[in-house]
């Protein structure tokens, strides 16, 4: 169960496992591997290393507070009499495992992207294995959604045989310390377990000790908690995949009386029933359920025996002579993100294409026919064919909006504000069948994204009737206990007149006839609100929740829209207290840069919103805009209250203005390599044509596998233009240029070998049918390719995919065109080009020198956060060709010199003296021996001669004191004492 992205030595898998991941190299070498987005700052310390989480603990630096989950798992009813296909058992499960989940969710906070990973079918699944590694800890988002549907969360650990040494240590009483860590570290942060994936071979001695440590967690575990092993190592420590639980491998599942784990997931390389007869008969010798084998099916389209839509009949093998009233063992579902960047679709590249992707998970679960209702009788039948949903709906109040937690608008009570986003904690209870419809009316539903009255869409209905024909959609399976004082409120949208719909509503004592309440006429087509008394069906069980559309007369262009519904004691809806939240478009701008606010308040009725020193400095609207004129660091304030109470929420210290042109100096930055990056944010450079192009000053090059150091562009599968260093396969002082033309990832790579420590200017084009790489302005190779590049994504210098690919150098005038500049064109503006050129999209100059921005001189916006860079980051070391000679205008033409006034210096005792900076900004930097920065002013000289007291107390030893001006620099010695 390797991720795709790592690149391993075949010696370690067998034969067969050697040619599948033969397979999966070059898939990745094509670009059809993940997406290979970075996880947002605030997510870090979701994936540890073995080191790492044997010295966490719960206040420690890598402790992530705000990733804690507070939503407990809810409970699910399991009823048959109220299923599609009561021919159906509860007895078995389904893990649902996507490749790679630090990559697909792998953030705590709303994205500014609408097309991200998403998932709306908890109800067919049991268990999320959130597989990633070493140590992959789950993200509260996907554990707070999972958990309000019933589904189990647990994480992974995905270990080396250097990383089983490492989690293998003892203490001086014998025990493991990773086994408390890892029960520690899912009770902190609320999931459920873990997933195993040991696929190196270690000697038999360390297998026996990685056993023990499974037993010792058993033995720690809390009750819930869930520990999964899957089948690669074998007890003696060799890989050998087995294909099934069997003799060789159950001491990893149970030994004798002790349970090892919990469940087996098993490898993929199994057709027909022998394997999976094997698995259920050892699991039945062991007394073990057979319902704790995951019998592994790889979906992924190109790979193994269950590719998902090219081999359609292996999942009858789960069950006996095909009778889905007896499954054999559970379902073991690998790569399920293939609905996401599978070929099926081109959501992960193109926003656009939105409803292809929710037509694939429908797809996965309701058959090639998308009808959940009715058996394909040929093709992929669905899993909503094999497997019952199950229901949380079973107390109220109950509530929906119908969110699936992402979109291109957010609205709130119906006041929608165009954004693109996702963030999976905002997704509701989903409806249990995507989709249920019977009925002859030509009618269809599905996710509006284009309507919401709360978060990111509505549901639609949408068709025609003919005046004898009807729709009835079944939208939610329940088990709630109707008494006299319940009522069902629904919020909906339908052209002015009568809305031709009624609520159906089915009952335990009646599945087949639904009771049925008219929505009626409505005014406008505005958002309407419809409440109606359930008792007269008072006694009575609620099993199923619907609407139907029907029409005693022809209606040519039906639809309806739900915003929400709700069911719940009293005759009117329950009015809970109102929960603050609220996001910015931005938190870091330039003065006079106006600011979205989105507010995603829930069940507020009245908003008051506080800007000290912004304009506006109070408003009362759902969303608004403010902008501030002075540069410094800003609080906003919402406060809101409906008739049940009052809430209020201030973000200090929120909002960061810099104002444009703070540095006026020539200064590049520097990028460690490990931690330092900036974020531009999203720019979208999809289309015939583009061009990237900047300084870069490499220090050191990557020397381990996969060899990359990332200079600048987008990376996110189906969706880059990148520049960077090497490739596996590449030498690492060599350029790529990566770009995703016609759903293809193209590599483009250079003849020319840069050295460290040496200033390049290096452009990358694309004109529609050709590739090209420059080097100091001259053509270095060229890759012929047509077809639009699709490229909109999270821009960022110095980093892309993760922390092992980061630049060590450093970076100076970035810039990112929407046309292919010419060779004349590089030429001549390396150094410099207008902030208003023809097609220019992003330009950071990085002559700010200070602070913790890169500004966007185009005017489109896209700053620049520095993220875990310091000033001594911003360096006066720029290309040579760049630097600023020129006096400016009003200015002294002095030598620019520095002196110290009493040298060597006691204590502060002593003055600086600066010469020929008069009108000048200046830096006064302290330099270490090894040229790190260790102490800094900021000065304003007003005289051709000016002392400022020793800023400065720095240890005993020899120093560099240096000034910096937009037009030059002067340095000295100072010796502290």
């Known amino acids: 169960m390797k991720q795709r992205y790592l690149f391993l030595p075949f010696l370690t898998f067998s034969a067969v496992r050697s040619r599948v991941w033969l397979s999966l190299i070059l898939l990745t070498s094509l670009g059809i591997s993940r997406a290979a987005a970075q996880m947002e700052p605030a997510a870090q310390y979701t994936k540890l290393t073995p080191t790492q989480l044997l010295a966490w603990t719960p206040t420690g630096p890598t402790a992530v507070p705000d990733n804690v989950s507070r939503v407990p798992l809810a409970s699910r009813q399991n009823s048959l009499a109220s299923q599609l296909n009561p021919a159906q058992s509860f007895s078995h499960r389904i893990n649902y495992v996507p490749d790679g989940m630090a990559t697909w969710g792998g953030y705590l906070n709303e994205q500014n992207r609408f097309n991200l990973f998403n998932f709306t079918h908890w109800q067919y699944i049991d268990v999320l294995t959130w597989f990633d590694g070493p140590v992959a800890i789950p993200t509260r988002p996907w554990v707070e959604t999972a ?14 045989a250097a990383d089983v040494n490492v989690l293998i240590q003892k203490d001086a009483l014998g025990n493991y310390p990773a086994a408390r860590k890892l029960v520690d570290v899912a009770a902190y942060y609320g999931f459920d377990g873990w997933f195993f994936n040991q696929e190196s071979s270690v000697p038999a001695a360390t297998a026996t000790e990685f056993r023990n440590l499974l037993k010792q967690l058993q033995q720690l575990r809390p009750a819930g908690m869930e520990i999964h092993w899957y089948d690669a190592m074998l007890p003696g420590g060799n890989i050998s995949y087995q294909n099934a639980l069997n003799a060789n491998n159950q001491l990893l599942f149970q030994e004798g009386p002790t349970r090892v784990s919990d469940a087996m997931f098993t490898n993929y390389f199994w057709s027909g029933a022998t394997n999976i007869n094997t698995s259920v008969a050892t699991a039945n ?9 995951y019998m592994g099916a790889d979906l992924w389209p190109t790979r193994s025996n269950q590719s998902m839509f090219a081999r359609t009949t292996w999942a009858d093998n789960y069950f006996v002579g095909g009778d889905l009233t007896q499954p054999r063992l559970s379902f073991g579902l690998f790569a399920t993100n293939l609905t996401y960047n599978g070929g099926f679709n081109s959501f992960s590249s193109n926003a656009a294409d939105y409803a292809s992707f929710y037509r694939t998970e429908q797809r996965l679960f309701a058959g090639d026919d998308f009808d959940v209702t009715i058996p394909d009788a040929t093709g992929w039948k669905g899993f909503g064919h094999y497997v019952p949903v199950r229901s949380v709906i079973h107390t109220l109040p109950f509530d929906t909006y119908f969110s699936v937690g992402q979109g291109k608008v957010f609205a709130n009570n119906g006041v929608q504000l165009v954004k693109n986003w996702t963030d999976m904690a905002k997704q509701s209870l989903l409806p249990s069948w995507q989709w249920a419809k019977t009925g002859a009316a030509p009618v269809t539903v599905g996710f509006d994204f284009d309507e919401a009255y709360y978060a990111g869409n509505s549901l639609k209905l949408a068709g025609s009737l003919s005046g004898t024909n009807s729709a009835t959609v079944k939208l939610y399976q329940s088990r709630l206990p109707i008494t006299a004082q319940t009522s069902c409120e629904l919020i909906f949208k339908a052209a002015a007149g009568a809305t031709n719909t009624r609520l159906a509503l089915y009952f335990a004592d009646n599945l087949a006839t639904p009771e049925l309440l008219d929505l009626g006429a409505v005014p406008s087509s505005q958002w309407e609100v419809r409440t109606f008394s359930l008792a007269p069906y008072a006694g009575r069980e609620l099993a199923v929740i619907g609407v139907q559309a029907a029409s005693a007369t022809p209606v040519a262009n039906y639809q309806l829209n739900l915003g929400r519904l709700r069911l719940f004691n009293g005759s009117s809806a329950p009015t809970a207290a109102p929960v ?16 979205q606010l989105t507010n995603s308040t829930t069940n507020g009725t009245a908003y008051r919103w506080t800007f000290v020193g912004g304009t506006p400095a109070s408003s009362t609207a759902v969303h608004p805009v403010v902008s501030y004129a002075a540069a410094g660091t800003y609080a906003i304030k919402l406060w809101t209250s409906n008739a049940a109470g009052r809430d209020s929420l201030t973000r200090t210290s929120y909002i960061t203005v810099v104002a444009p042109g703070s540095g006026s100096g020539n200064s590049a930055l520097l990028y460690d390599g490990a931690t330092k990056y900036v974020d531009a944010g999203p720019i979208n450079l ?87 790489l420059y080097v100091n302005g001259q053509l270095d190779a060229t890759l012929s390719v047509s077809g ?63 602070g913790t921005v890169a500004l966007d001189v185009s005017g489109h916006g896209h700053l620049g956060t520095l993220l875990s860079m310091v000033p001594a980051d911003w360096s006066t070391d720029v290309p040579a ?39 000048q900004p200046v830096r006064l930097q302290l330099l270490s021996p090894v040229g790190r920065v260790v102490g800094e002013v900021q000065l304003q000289p007003s005289a051709a001669r000016q002392r400022y007291p020793l800023p400065f107390a720095p240890a005993p030893g020899l120093y560099l004191l240096r000034v910096l001006t937009p037009t030059g620099s002067a340095s000295t010695r100072l010796l502290q004492h």
């Not at 010798?285 to 084998?293: E, I, K, M």
């Not at 060599?734 to 460290?756: D, E, W």
Request: with cysteine; net charge positive.
């Open 147 to 160: 958990h309000r549907n019933g589904v189990k969360v647990i994480g992974s650990v995905f270990t080396s």
């Open 285 to 293: 010798a062991l007394g073990r359920s057979p319902f704790d084998v």
């Open 580 to 595: 603050v939240s609220f996001t910015a478009s931005a938190t870091t701008v330039t003065t006079n840069q106006p600011i």
């Open 686 to 772: 999809s289309g015939p044509a583009l061009s990237m192009e900047c300084w870069l000053k490499p220090a050191a090059f990557k020397t381990v596998s996969p060899f990359i150091s990332s200079v600048m562009g987008i990376e996110d599968s189906n969706n880059t233009a990148l520049i960077r260093l090497g490739d596996a396969g590449l030498a690492a002082n060599r350029l790529q240029f990566v770009l995703t033309i016609g759903g293809m990832g193209r590599k483009l790579n250079s003849a020319t070998s840069l050295s460290a420590n040496t200033w390049y200017h290096v452009a990358a084009t694309y004109d529609g049918s050709a590739m090209k």
């Open 788 to 850: 639009n590049a699709a490229a909109s994504g999270v821009f960022t210098f110095g980093r892309n995919y993760d922390g092992n690919r980061m630049l060590s150098g450093s970076l100076d005038e970035l810039r990112v065109w929407t046309r292919a500049l010419t060779t004349a064109e590089i030429q001549a503006n390396a150094c410099a080009v207008s902030a208003t050129a023809p097609g220019l999209e992003g330009y950071w100059p990085c002559n700010e020198g200070t």
């Open 881 to 919: 060709q760049c630097r600023l000679t020129a006096v400016g205008p009003g200015r002294t033409t002095a030598v620019l010199q520095v002196r110290v006034l009493g040298n060597p210096v006691q204590g502060r005792q002593a003055e600086v003296e600066v010469e020929g900076a008069q009108g």
